[in-house]
């Protein structure tokens, strides 16, 4: 579980950063998304509580299922979907990042 969660941080990273190397100046960026990806993915609570437009939001982001899942695995507390989906879904993610991020990096590199 650590390891997969490793790599989809890797991946959000790698994209990350390939944004950080076209625009420069990603201050705006960063508020915005450290606020997304710690209200909505569930770091302090779990996500079945959002109401219904925040939970569809709340799956859109991988870091929900690291958060879940190892919610999960500690406290045996239930997971928003089943545990095979949430687990085909953060690797989805995750190698949809880790993916996107080394072609994003390649290209505005090369540029």
């Known amino acids: 579980m650590l390891l997969t969660s490793s790599f989809t941080a890797l991946g959000f990273g790698l994209v990350y950063g390939a944004l950080v190397f076209r625009f420069k100046s990603v201050g705006p960026l960063n508020s915005v ?3 997304a990806l710690l209200g ?4 302090f609570y779990p996500v079945s509580s959002l109401p219904g ?18 919610r999960f695995y500690a406290m045996g507390h ?16 995750t190698l949809g990042l880790v993916a996107a991020g080394v ?7 090369k540029n």
């Open 40 to 43: 909505l993915s569930g770091i």
């Open 103 to 109: 072609a994003l990096l390649g290209a505005i590199e």
């Open 53 to 70: 437009p925040l939970y569809s939001a709340a799956l859109a982001i991988p870091f929900t299922y690291v958060a879940d899942l190892l």
């Open 33 to 35: 998304l450290q606020f």
């Open 78 to 93: 239930p997971t928003a979907l089943p545990l095979d989906i949430e687990w085909a879904a953060l690797l989805a993610y």
